[in-house]
């Protein structure tokens, strides 16, 4: 059966949000130089679905989110996947970087010490710093688990105080495998950012990505990662002098892109083949939520934080309801018909 989920995510016409985030691309070409004199972040030790904690050094806004640190997380198992936040199996929602999407690894497979060592700089400045995130001869997972060990890649996150730009830099690389060893079935590597992308089903309030050739690629964006069937990618393998720069456009309406949405702090949605409320709490907020029948007699309350809630509908009556949900700054609501 065709399953219908209609949005009614209707907001109180005097409320005000701040305008979401659009992202354009700049990329371009400039010679690689690995980091001197960095701060390493696994000392030394052998890294593979590491867990880390890495300061920025200042204040870097990437969507709605204010930080200081990138965290790698065991949760998520890539090497070059980074998010605003630890991410735990309890974890629903998390916004980051994808400075190198690949399930990568350290290439001491004997665990005994490390060969790809992963270090950080901070350069320049305030109010201009830059903050530089090496991964230096890294290697892949699957290539490695299909016993090549010559595969290797060098490539950096570099994120701008002030302009809150984004670049992924890479370095000369060695690369033997098939492509689909490489880049986990995709076309080659994988590079872009994502708001509160939900951990279990891939869906996003948005994902922005590079495609095609690895040397002239265009930005795109999507709401789910694996909306084409396969994961998403550039064609071939990285170029040394590559830089993938991604510049945030504040307040713009022409974005060029396939896709986007507004941002919003929660969205409600109604199933009515499941007889299901959906609400998405985006933000640090908890909501406080009432539904009430046509003659405004409440039949059912209760609260939502961060992520999302299910609320079954099947012992309601049939017609239509109202849904209020309101936090300390925000009232919203919705219709939906049982």
Request: with cysteine.
């Amino acid at each position: 059966m065709k399953k219908i989920l209609i949005l009614l995510a209707l907001l109180i016409p005097s409320l005000t949000f701040a305008q979401y985030k659009y992202y354009k691309d700049s990329s371009y070409t400039q010679g690689f130089n690995f980091l001197s004199g960095g701060t390493s972040v696994n000392s030394n030790t052998f890294w593979d679905d590491p867990e880390f904690a890495i300061p920025i050094g200042f204040t870097f806004h990437l969507f709605n989110d204010t930080i200081n640190t990138v965290h790698i997380s065991a949760e998520v198992g890539l090497g070059g996947f980074l998010t605003t936040e630890t991410v735990t199996p309890s974890t629903t929602y998390s916004s980051g970087i994808i400075a190198f999407g690949s399930d990568i690894q350290d290439r001491d497979t004997s665990e005994n010490s490390s060969f790809s060592p992963i270090s950080y700089t901070l350069s320049g400045t305030a109010p201009s710093r830059i903050f530089k995130l090496e991964w230096k001869n890294a290697g892949f997972y699957n290539a490695i688990d299909n016993g090549i060990y010559a595969d290797s890649v060098n490539f950096q996150l570099w994120l701008y105080e002030g302009s809150d730009a984004v670049e992924m830099r890479f370095g000369n690389g060695n690369y033997v495998s098939p492509l689909i060893d490489l880049y986990d079935g995709g076309p080659g590597p994988l590079v872009g950012l994502f708001d509160s992308l939900n951990i279990n089903t891939a869906d996003a309030r948005m994902f922005y990505f590079m495609k095609n050739s690895v040397t002239s690629p265009t930005l795109d964006s999507t709401t789910n990662v694996f909306s084409s069937g396969l994961p998403p990618g550039m064609n071939g393998n990285p170029v040394a002098g590559s830089v993938y720069r991604f510049i945030p456009k504040k307040g713009s309406i022409s974005t060029g892109y396939t896709a986007f949405n507004t941002l919003v702090s929660n969205e409600m949605s109604y199933s009515t083949e499941r007889n299901e409320l959906r609400i998405d709490i985006y933000n640090n907020e908890t909501f406080q939520y009432s539904i009430f029948d046509m003659q405004g007699h409440p039949v059912s309350t209760g609260s939502v934080s961060k992520g999302r809630k299910l609320i079954n509908t099947g012992s309601l009556a049939s017609g239509m309801y109202i849904v209020k949900l309101s936090s300390a700054k925000e009232n919203n609501t919705c219709k939906f018909v049982r």
